[in-house]
Nanobody
């Protein structure tokens, strides 16, 4: 599956953005899909994941209560709604997908994802 991320931008602290990841070449409903982010000089880190069964959703502690991951299978698209943004949320955000299921924290590991979007920059100023 090919992924195309969009929706990044520059906002002030406390603001909101919604990221979109459009999929092609495969049905997103068949995949575990996630968002990761990477700040300059940092490793890519897990943000949120939604599994094939849409009632299984996990978030990084740093974004819990502020970010919401979702997907629209009819549009073959996933989203990341980001509210109450903080300067420390500044990073390039990537969407990712995998057909594999993992136990435990496997879905929080970037190496377990096969398909990646190109990334979209989010900048939050104080």
């Amino acid at each position: 599956v090919q992924l195309q991320a969009s929706g990044g931008g520059s906002v002030q602290a406390g603001g909101s953005l919604r990221l979109t990841c459009a999929a092609s070449g495969g049905a997103i409903s068949e995949f575990v899909v996630a968002w990761f982010r990477q700040a300059p000089g940092q490793e890519r880190e897990f943000v949120a994941v939604i599994e094939r069964s849409d009632d299984i959703i996990s978030y990084a502690e740093s974004v819990k209560g502020r970010f919401t991951i979702s997907r629209d299978n009819a549009k073959n698209t996933m989203y990341l709604q980001m509210n109450s943004l903080k300067p420390e949320d500044t990073a390039v955000y990537y969407c990712a997908a995998t057909l594999w299921s993992y136990t435990g924290s496997g879905h929080t590991l970037a190496r377990n994802y096969d398909s990646w979007g190109q990334g979209t920059q989010v900048t939050v100023s104080s």
